[in-house]
C-alpha cells in the first residue's frame, strides 16, 4: 500500500500529470504518511528520474516543466501540513532566502524556506533569480540571521560566491551567516567559497540553522 503509493508518486512526476500528483498527494494525508516521506520518497525519486532522462536526452525541456509543474501540485497540498505539523512557534532566529540570479529553479528552496518556517525561523523568501544586491537589502533590511542561497545549475552555483562576497562588501558578515544548497552544491563548494554552511537538504537544512543560532546565542553569551 505505502509502496503502491510512493510509485504512483513517481509515476505521476514522471508522467507530468497534474492531477494524478494532487489526488497522490491528498491520498498520503488521508493516509496518514508523513509528508517529507511522501515528498523524499515518493515525489523528489520521480523528478530525479526525469532529470536522468533529460540528461540522457530521453526527455525534453517540455517533460521537464510538466514534472515541475506535478510536482508543485503536490507541494500545494502537502506544504500546509508540512507548515501545521510544526512542534513551534517561537521565533528561533530570521532567515533570507532565494535563488541566485539567472536560476529559476525554486522546488527545492521552497521547500527549505516552508521546513524552516515550519521550524520556528522566520523567513523572507526573496523568490528565483535574485541578484546579490537584493540579497544585500533584504539582509539589512529585515536585519537576518542566515541568508540562504539555492543554486542548480554548475553555471550559476558561483553566484553563491558573489552572494558571500556582496554580504562582505556591505559589512554584513561575518554577523550574517550564509548557507547554500542545490544539486551540484557540495561541503567543499561551500567551504572554498566561505559560506558557513551547506546541506543537501531541507531537514539538514534546519538543523544547521538551529546549529547556527545556537552557536551565535553561546558567542553573546
Ligand atoms: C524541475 C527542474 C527544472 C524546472 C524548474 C521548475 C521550478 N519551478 O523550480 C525547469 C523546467 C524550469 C528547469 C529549467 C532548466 N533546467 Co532544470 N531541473 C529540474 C530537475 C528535474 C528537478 C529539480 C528539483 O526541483 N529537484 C527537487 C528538489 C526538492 O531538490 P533540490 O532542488 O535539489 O533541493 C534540495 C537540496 O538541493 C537542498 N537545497 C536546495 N536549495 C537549498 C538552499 C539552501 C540554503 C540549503 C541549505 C539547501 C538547499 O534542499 C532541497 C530540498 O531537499 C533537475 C534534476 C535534478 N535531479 O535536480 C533539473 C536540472 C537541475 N536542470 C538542469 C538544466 C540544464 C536546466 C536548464 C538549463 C534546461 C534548459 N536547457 O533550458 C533550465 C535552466 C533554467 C534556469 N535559468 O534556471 C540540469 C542542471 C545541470 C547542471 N549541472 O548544471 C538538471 C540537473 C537536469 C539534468 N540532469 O541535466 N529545470
Redesign the pocket.
Known sequence: MHEDLLAAMRQSIADGDQDAAKAAAQQAIDTGMDPLVA??EGF?PG??Y???C??SGEMY?PD??L???A??SAMAVLEPVLAENSATRRVRGRVV?G?VK????????N??ATMLSASGFEVVDLG??VAPERFVAAAREHAADIV?????????MTGQRTVVESLAAAGLRPDVKV???????TKAWAAEIGAD?????????VA?ASKIMEAAGAAQG
Request: glycine content about 14%; aromatic content about 4%; charged content about 15%.
Open positions: 515528498i523524499d523528489v523528478l530525479s526525469v532529470g536522468a533529460f540528461t525541456l521537464m516543466m514534472a515541475a509543474r510536482m508543485k532566502i535563488t539567472g536560476d529559476i529553479h525554486e522546488i527545492g528552496k521547500l527549505v528565483v533569480d540562504g542561497v539555492s543554486a542548480l545549475l554548475t553555471t550559476t548557507i547554500v544548497g542545490g544539486a551540484p552544491v554552511g551547506y546541506s543537501e537538504d531541507a531537514v539538514g537544512a544547521l
